[in-house]
Nanobody, 116 residues
Framework: QVQLVESGGGLVQPGGSLRLSCAAS????????ISWYRQRPGKQREQVARILKSGPPNFLDSVRGRFAFFRDNAKNTVYLQMNSLRPEDTAVYYCRAYKEGYGEYWGQGTQVIVSS
């Protein structure tokens, strides 16, 4: 059982920045993939960014160039750096991990509100 705990959400003005964190209960090096999803009001959950064991992260078109995804293996934590935020980025953001042979795990989510 992999436990994921997100943090870092909040209220920010358009054009501002936030950094979300996702702390895992075990080594993130053991995970096949870690992803950030979001669910905007009235919308289906969508994948925002994903990183595999190796290689660069992939991003949703609407956030590419504004968001960055990086990991700290020593802290078993991944981060979603969100810059130039827009009102349409308002959502609950979730961390998801996939472990081969075990399946997927989700965090509880963290709310991001972009509003003036």
């Amino acid at each position: 059982q992999v436990q994921l705990v997100e943090s870092g959400g909040g209220l920010v003005q358009p054009g501002g920045s936030l950094r979300l964190s996702c702390a895992a209960s075990e080594s993130i090096s053991s995970l096949y993939s870690i992803s950030w999803y979001r669910q905007r009001p009235g919308k289906q959950r969508e994948q925002v960014a994903r990183i595999l064991k190796s290689g660069p992260p992939n991003f949703l078109d609407s956030v590419r160039g504004r968001f960055a995804f990086f990991r700290d293996n020593a802290k078993n934590t991944v981060y979603l750096q969100m810059n130039s935020l827009r009102p349409e980025d308002t959502a609950v953001y979730y961390c998801r991990a996939y472990k081969e042979g075990y399946g997927e795990y989700w965090g509880q989510g963290t709310q991001v509100i972009v509003s003036s």
